[in-house]
Structure formats: structure tokens, C-alpha cells
């Protein structure tokens, strides 16, 4: 079966310093990946997502960057952190073809003071 | 404004049925979905219907799609405290890997 592993779940870091949440999927092969970004009160906003290796769209310019270095590894990143960048980070994954159906990670809460 | 628009907040008794409404904008929506998101978690996909299909039931899930007037909605019957979460309605046309949208959730309470 397929699996889903983000982490860290909860993060604080101070403003300035660099991020890096890392999600994998398991179980299944070139899926498509994505990093959501969920504020309160409000939706889930798409930050990346890939549809293979090095394959990385940006849907919102911002502070962010992503990487995948690995078929089944999806990398969100910052080199300096803003206090607009706290927030419930969501890694997400799908396989074309079934319905879009994406199957989320259990989300990492960054907290910047 | 939102492509797609749910209220926020629901409020019900244990035991009665829940109705939580969303509309969206885009007339060639292929997948409509509901999504459930229990507190400090990922989101979880409780159901998704084709658009051209009115209904779908899943035990004490009922979904209804209004494809003219661009409504969907969620029914839970016999709400049950377990049910308290937020749930995202979401729409997607396939025509892209980016393109599913999500709206902003509706917290639903259930009280004892």
C-alpha cells in the first residue's frame, strides 16, 4: 500500500534562518507531488508541485523554494525564513489518470518568531 | 473572490444530520471532492463524485451536485462527535496536474 511521510510535523524557527520540510511516498512510482501551504481560516494555496525528477512548477512567487531530488521525494525549502512563512504545510501526491485524487501527508506546522 | 465558497462554520447535535453546502465557478469541473481534516492533520479524501452524476451515497455520506446552479453538498446523516472536523470541498477539470482548487473549509462542531 501506498504511505505518505512528512516531517518535521512542528517547527519553530526564529526569522532569517533556513527551512527544509521533507515528505516521501511509498508504494508507488512517479507520482505527482505537491507542497500546499494552509492558513487559517482559509484554503489550502498550491506552492509546487512536480510531475518527475527536477520537474518543479512554482505557482506563487514567494520566500519558498522546492526540489526533488529522488523519483519519490519532495523537498520544501527557505534560505531566510519570514514571519509570513508560518503557517501548515501540506505535501500531497497523486497518480494521473485516477480522478486527481491526492492523498495527503499529515502536515508540518511551522511557527516563525 | 474564491473559486470555490463554503461557509465556515456548522454547528449541530449528536445524531442529526449534517448539511455542509459549497459552490463553485467553473462550469467544466470534471471532479468534485470532499475532504475531511481532523485537527492537526493531513486532509483526508472522504468522496469524490463525476459531474455527471447528481448523486452518490457512502453509508452515512450523501453527496448531491447541482451541476446548473454549481452546488454541492455533503450529508452526513446520524452526526456523530467523531465527525467534528474541517471539510474542503475541492473541484478539479484534469486538465492539468495544478489544477484542483480547494475552498477555505468548513469547521463543523458536534455537540453532545
Known amino acids: 500500500s501506498q504511505t505518505i511521510h512528512q516531517w518535521p510535523a512542528t517547527l519553530v524557527q526564529p526569522v532569517g534562518s533556513p527551512l527544509s520540510l521533507e515528505c516521501t511516498v511509498e508504494?508507488?512510482?512517479?507520482?505527482?507531488l505537491y507542497w500546499y501551504r494552509q492558513a487559517a481560516g482559509r484554503g489550502l494555496q498550491l506552492l509546487f508541485y512536480?510531475?518527475?525528477?527536477?520537474?518543479i512548477s512554482s505557482e506563487v512567487p514567494q520566500n519558498l523554494s522546492a526540489s526533488r531530488p529522488q523519483d519519490r521525494q519532495f523537498i520544501l525549502s527557505s534560505k531566510k525564513l519570514l514571519l509570513s512563512d508560518s503557517g501548515f504545510y501540506l505535501c500531497?501526491?497523486?497518480?494521473?489518470?485516477?480522478?486527481?485524487?491526492?492523498?495527503f501527508g499529515a502536515g508540518s506546522r511551522l511557527t516563525v518568531l | 473572490g474564491e473559486d470555490v465558497e463554503q461557509s465556515l462554520f456548522l454547528s449541530v447535535r449528536e445524531g442529526d444530520s449534517s448539511v455542509i453546502n459549497c459552490t463553485y465557478t467553473d462550469s467544466s469541473s470534471t471532479y468534485l471532492y470532499w475532504y475531511k481534516q481532523e485537527p492537526g492533520a493531513g486532509l483526508q479524501l472522504l468522496t469524490y463524485?463525476?459531474?455527471?452524476?447528481d448523486m452518490k451515497q457512502d453509508q452515512r455520506l450523501t453527496v448531491l451536485l447541482n451541476k446548473k446552479d454549481k452546488h454541492l453538498s455533503l450529508r452526513i446523516a446520524d452526526t456523530q462527535t467523531g465527525d467534528s472536523a474541517i471539510y474542503f470541498c475541492?473541484?478539479?477539470?484534469?486538465?492539468?496536474?495544478?489544477?484542483?482548487?480547494f475552498g477555505a473549509g468548513t469547521r463543523l462542531t458536534v455537540k453532545p
Open positions: 500531497a501526491w497523486s497518480v494521473s489518470g485516477r480522478a486527481n485524487v491526492l492523498t
Open positions: 512536480s510531475i518527475g525528477i527536477d520537474q
Open positions: 475541492a473541484e478539479s477539470m484534469l486538465s492539468g496536474n495544478n489544477d484542483m482548487r
Open positions: 508504494g508507488t512510482s512517479n507520482p505527482n
Open positions: 463524485i463525476f459531474s455527471n452524476m
